[in-house]
């Protein structure tokens, strides 16, 4: 079977995009080519549109679409990627993040005419009138409109979240195509979403590489960052959005009071946590597509913290449990479902930062139960969460959608 992918991106979506299992689908007679808008390597595998106007078009549509509070009504590349060899000569296509700005929804009743169709919603978005998560806000269940919060991703210059709600009934009612999602809770919003009803849903939790995610580099990671044993390293994403959680993680670090020598080791951004430089260690590591620099900073912690506000899987914490991380999530969104919280995952409130600095005190001062709760992590990982489970199911998937 040939299955083509279709992506945003290239190296930060390798794990969600289908990039890190193309060798292991091979084994069950699927032949995985990828379709990339944001290319950024020189794998020649790695399809791409290229030419001299290309990406003016699409950054005039981009800039129109802002202008208008419109979303993914006006690119119009999806008949480019229909022309593509690899798509006349797929058997399935595979849909992945098309909302970042490259591919209109309106091609989907032609593309889903020509081929089998797949779509793994990494994010609610497909199921709102603008934003990618709906937090607290329950209108998405009704139509959207009179939007409570315009200037949450995707913002909109004014309320058009009614008409955009609209316009994706009416191309998904004209569309056929199964939904792909990573954890229970993404697939109870499809189950109540209004936009989905004859959908078929499929349930496949994404899947790690657990020879690479692993307790065996933990001694190495932390010489690579000159960090000494007798350390607690609290590793985190220093991502200053409104779902990451990064507001409370500095309010409880700030109630931390502890004798143990603390080690703050941040990804994603800097200068997020200089307030803390006469307390703690500080080590930032900023923004990477380097895998095996993300792996050591895993690898390399005692705790990993991941209190999102909203998350539809949360990989990163479910890399931590494959390094035998204890990790504290918040209990909203899908991140108590997939670290198996509370005997697994360490859950507080949400938004709660004395309930994130109590659970983070009793981490630092029981080494036994990091231990325990890192041991159960690693087994859970390899229970639920390898890239061959997740290979064996996506296959599953394909053979059953193109059968039908």
């Not at 008949?79 to 700005?101: C, N, T, Y």
């Not at 569309?175 to 189950?191: L, R, T, Y």
């Not at 909203?332 to 479902?337: F, Q």
């Not at 109590?358 to 029981?366: E, F, V």
Request: net charge positive; glycine share 4%; proline share 5%.
């Amino acid at each position: 079977m040939n299955v083509l992918q279709i992506n945003g991106y290239e190296s930060p979506g390798r794990r969600f995009n289908g990039l890190s299992i193309t060798k292991q689908l091979e084994s069950y007679g699927i032949n995985s080519r990828h379709f990339i808008w944001q290319k950024d390597t020189e794998n020649p595998e790695i399809l791409t549109l290229n030419g001299k106007w290309t990406k003016k078009i699409n950054k005039l549509a981009g800039h129109l679409e802002a202008k208008l509070s419109l979303q993914s009504i006006l690119y119009p590349h999806a008949s480019q990627i229909m022309r593509l060899p690899a798509f006349k000569e797929a058997d399935l296509i595979h849909l992945h993040i098309i909302h970042s700005g490259y591919f209109s929804l309106c091609s989907l009743p032609k593309l889903t005419r020509l081929k089998p169709t797949v779509w793994t919603l990494h994010d609610p978005w497909a199921m709102t009138g603008h934003c990618i998560y709906p937090m607290d806000c329950q209108r998405w269940k009704i139509g959207c409109g009179k939007c409570p919060d315009l200037k949450v991703d995707f913002s909109l210059l004014r309320d058009n979240t009614r008409l955009l709600f609209d316009y994706k009934r009416i191309i998904y009612k004209k569309s056929k195509f199964d939904i792909i999602v990573a954890s229970k809770w993404m697939q109870n919003m499809v189950e109540n979403s209004p936009l989905f009803e004859d959908k078929k849903i499929h349930l496949v939790p994404f899947g790690i590489d657990l020879n690479f995610f692993t307790p065996l580099t933990t001694q190495s990671a932390r010489q690579r960052f000159n960090i000494s044993n007798d350390t607690i390293v609290i590793c985190f994403r220093a991502l200053n959005t409104p779902f990451k959680g990064l507001p409370y993680i500095l309010a409880a670090l700030e109630k931390i009071k502890t004798h143990q020598r603390i080690c703050l080791l941040t990804l994603n951004c800097y200068d997020t946590v200089k307030q803390f430089a006469d307390k703690f260690q500080i080590i930032e590591l900023g923004w990477s597509n380097d895998q095996v620099l993300v792996r050591d900073a895993l690898a390399a912690s005692d705790i990993f913290l991941m209190p999102s506000t909203a998350e539809a899987f949360g990989m990163m914490a479910i890399e931590a449990l494959a390094c035998a991380k204890p990790v504290v999530v918040f209990d909203v969104g899908s991140l108590p479902e997939v670290t198996f919280a509370p005997s697994v995952g360490l859950s507080v409130p949400a938004r709660d930062s004395g309930a994130l600095a109590t659970a983070l005190t009793r981490l630092i001062d029981n080494p036994d139960e990091r231990q325990n709760r890192g041991q159960k992590g690693r087994k859970i990982a390899e229970q639920f969460y390898s890239d061959e489970l997740y290979s064996k199911r996506i296959a599953q998937v394909y053979e059953e959608v193109s059968q039908r």
